[in-house]
């Protein structure tokens, strides 16, 4: 849900006002406003161009829906996080981000009641004083990837973070988390911050990264502490030439429907349940505004799942050629690859190639690439936003009437007949 499309009101800037939020003086408007019964006005200090904000604010949305609370909601035209003159603005509550410490010093002291949302801490003392705090639970999405990662098997595991700033605490919580983790279980675990991206330098970043992918021991999972940098990994293993999910195995963290467009190969990432942060973040602001809320209030938000793709299926093989040839075809099977180009990446005859894959997966190169072409069909046919031409077309087959043959041939239905059947 877009979160405009989710928010009733927008309060914008007086016209004229020295900044952001500046607003005639508070008393006399604040009692005109009160007495005649007007709606609160409320600030959202987010920067909202992050799924995972985004999703806290359509939760905020979602409550006041449900509840039909009479807020005037102010957030920036450009959906970014900005204080300036917060300590000048006329309202009545904040929503606000506190992993950016900006954001939490300039609230530290407001007149108004004030509800933060951020990640969980191990150490208790790190939570601000005296504001009530909605948390993601960074160890139980740690957690949720781990556990995933060993029920396929795996007894190698790496995190992939982030370098150390004041305005990513989460991200070293969920490393702290991931060595707990692999600590108590007395198991082998490697972390790699790696370098803050830019444009200038990714090619200097990607390459290290390949260096890195290179060096693991193998088969290995690793996991990500944002989709954002899984999809870095996903991109290193191609340059690297490192079969996923034979060989390194990834979990993402966020369910970013973005990072899964850009992925040729379908990233599994833990769902963060931020729009439940959202409705309980604007519950607590909620009864603030009606003296019932402690200070110290805490709430702690558990993940939602994990969505499970191909980048963590890890299944172990005992051909090399057969290891590589899927990872090609898990790239390039949606843009008509024939048998023979596989044969050709993985260096050996195709029929050399065949006898592997009878012995391996008893299937032939083809009835592989035909398997992973309806995989990715049917991922989209989910969605009724995607017309079935471009279905067709973008799974691989040469036009709607083909795939009509292979889906009747395959699964005795037509494309629409499956999606109904798939329905609960």
């Known amino acids: 849900m877009e979160p405009e499309a989710a928010l009733s009101r927008c309060i914008m800037p007086t016209e004229g006002a020295t900044d952001r939020f500046s607003n005639p003086p508070f008393h006399r408007e604040s009692l005109h406003r009160h007495a005649m019964s007007s709606p609160h006005r409320i600030a959202l200090l987010f920067n909202a161009n992050k799924v995972y904000d985004r999703q806290v604010i359509a939760g905020i949305g979602q409550y006041m829906k449900s509840t039909r609370v009479d807020w005037d909601l102010f957030m920036e035209e450009d959906f970014r996080c900005r204080t300036l003159g917060i300590h000048d603005w006329n309202g009545d509550g904040i929503i606000a981000d506190f992993d950016d410490p900006a954001v939490a010093e300039a609230l530290a002291d407001m007149p108004i009641?004030?509800?933060?949302?951020?990640?969980?801490?191990?150490?208790?003392?790190?939570?601000?004083?005296?504001?009530?705090?909605?948390?993601?639970?960074n160890a139980k999405l740690v957690r949720l990837a781990y556990d995933h990662l060993i029920a396929q098997g795996l007894q190698r595991f790496a995190f992939y973070g982030l370098p150390p700033t004041p305005g990513n605490r989460w991200a070293q919580e969920r490393e702290e988390a991931f060595r707990y983790m692999v600590d108590t279980d007395r198991l082998e675990g490697l972390v790699y911050r790696g370098s803050p991206t830019?444009?200038?330098?990714?090619?200097?970043?990607?390459?290290?990264?390949?260096?890195?992918?290179?060096?693991?021991?193998?088969?290995?999972?690793?996991?990500?502490?944002?989709?954002?940098?899984?999809?870095?990994?996903?991109?290193?293993?191609?340059?690297?030439?490192?079969?996923?999910?034979?060989?390194?195995?990834?979990?993402?963290?966020?369910?970013?429907?973005?990072?899964?467009?850009?992925?040729?190969?379908?990233?599994?990432?833990?769902?963060?349940?931020?729009?439940?942060?959202?409705?309980?973040?604007a519950q607590l602001l909620h009864k603030m505004l009606h003296g019932r809320v402690a200070p110290d209030t805490r709430i702690v938000v558990p993940p939602l799942g994990i969505n499970v793709q191909a980048s963590s299926l890890h299944q172990p093989m005992k051909s090399p050629y057969v290891m590589r040839a899927k990872h090609?075809?898990?790239?390039?099977?949606?843009?008509?690859?024939?048998?023979?180009?596989?044969?050709?990446?993985?260096?050996?005859?195709?029929?050399?190639?065949?006898?592997?894959?009878?012995?391996?997966?008893?299937?032939?190169?083809?009835?592989?690439?035909?398997?992973?072409?309806?995989?990715?069909?049917?991922?989209?046919?989910?969605?009724?936003?995607?017309p079935l031409a471009d279905v067709a077309v973008r799974s691989g087959f040469t036009s709607l009437q083909y795939m009509y043959a292979v889906f009747r041939r395959e699964f005795d239905c037509t494309p629409r007949q499956f999606v109904e059947k798939a329905r609960p």
């Open 198 to 281: 830019s444009a200038g330098g990714w090619g200097r970043v990607q390459e290290e990264m390949a260096e890195w992918m290179r060096s693991l021991p193998k088969p290995i999972g690793i996991i990500a502490v944002t989709d954002a940098r899984a999809r870095q990994l996903l991109q290193s293993c191609v340059v690297a030439d490192v079969p996923v999910p034979e060989q390194v195995a990834i979990v993402g963290i966020d369910n970013d429907p973005i990072a899964q467009t850009l992925n040729r190969i379908a990233l599994t990432s833990v769902i963060q349940g931020a729009e439940g942060m959202g409705r309980a973040a």
């Open 113 to 137: 009641p004030v509800v933060a949302v951020g990640g969980s801490y191990a150490d208790a003392s790190q939570y601000p004083p005296h504001t009530p705090y909605v948390a993601t639970d």
């Open 328 to 386: 090609y075809i898990r790239q390039y099977a949606c843009l008509g690859i024939k048998a023979e180009q596989v044969a050709d990446y993985v260096g050996i005859s195709r029929t050399l190639l065949e006898e592997h894959f009878k012995r391996e997966l008893k299937q032939t190169v083809h009835q592989t690439i035909l398997g992973h072409k309806l995989e990715i069909a049917r991922g989209m046919l989910v969605d009724p936003t995607i």
